[in-house]
């Protein structure tokens, strides 16, 4: 099993500004996944992280608004950009589990509330 | 895309019922799986199912997965207050590790 911390776990954050979200693994994985989960909603991807390499967005998302570091091998940041309302949501970092069938590890979770 | 449908949305039940959650789809996945998520938590892996046909039992809980491979359903006999919390089924294809499918969800709440 793999142990994931986000940071924050909450937040509070006016519009237009900005927040980075941090995911640590306890131990090292090749592909992280950041997921959004808002009000009443299920999990939707947003990206792929890579060591290495650019981010794979899905669509509907871009890396303008959703710039993704993945420094190495156990650590990647999620940054929310020039935030608004909608974008309040809880905001998850998750690897893959099992190899063969795809599961997830997900982390707490960060819920941002955009005033 | 595929798409998931869970059904129902929400479930209130007393200690001690029965309950069944489905999770429908006009696609064939390679996996699917259910997760529970409690609140300020992620979501928690509960049971894979890969076959089609395929029954998994986890304590008081049982697992199905379609003979086609479209459609799930969990079944939670003699529910307790601790299986409150919401369920995802999710289901995963098999050139997309790590992009999961998720259903909307279902909101269980069994009171005592």
């Known amino acids: 099993s793999a142990v994931i911390s986000q940071k924050p776990s909450r937040d509070i954050c006016q519009r237009g500004t900005s927040l980075t979200i941090q995911c640590q693994v306890d131990s090292q994985v090749t592909m992280m996944f950041w997921y959004r989960q808002q009000p009443g909603q299920s999990l939707t991807l947003i990206a792929t992280?890579?060591?290495?390499?650019?981010?794979?967005?899905e669509s509907g998302f871009v890396i303008d608004k959703f710039p993704i570091s993945r420094p190495n091998l156990t650590f990647s940041t999620l940054t929310v950009s020039n935030m608004s309302p909608e974008d309040s949501s809880i905001y998850l970092c998750?690897?893959?589990?099992?190899?063969?069938?795809?599961?997830?590890?997900f982390g707490e979770g960060s819920r941002l509330t955009v005033l | 895309t595929q798409l998931l449908e869970q059904s129902p949305q929400f479930l209130s039940i007393q200690e001690g019922e029965n309950l069944t959650v489905y999770c429908n789809s006009s696609?064939?996945?390679?996996?699917l799986q259910w997760y529970r998520q409690e609140p300020g938590e992620g979501p928690v892996l509960l049971v894979t199912?890969?076959?089609?046909?395929e029954v998994k039992k986890l304590k008081r809980l049982t697992f199905q997965f379609g003979d086609a491979r479209k459609d799930s359903s969990l079944h939670i006999t003699a529910a307790q207050p601790g299986d409150t919390g919401l369920y995802l089924c999710?289901?995963?294809?098999?050139?997309?590790?790590?992009?999961?499918?998720f259903g909307a969800g279902t909101q269980v709440v069994v009171t005592p």
């Open positions: 696609s064939v996945f390679s996996s």
């Open positions: 999710a289901g995963a294809g098999s050139d997309s590790w790590g992009k999961l499918q």
């Open positions: 199912v890969v076959t089609g046909g």
């Open positions: 998750s690897v893959i589990a099992g190899q063969n069938t795809g599961e997830l590890f």
């Open positions: 992280a890579n060591q290495g390499s650019e981010a794979t967005y």
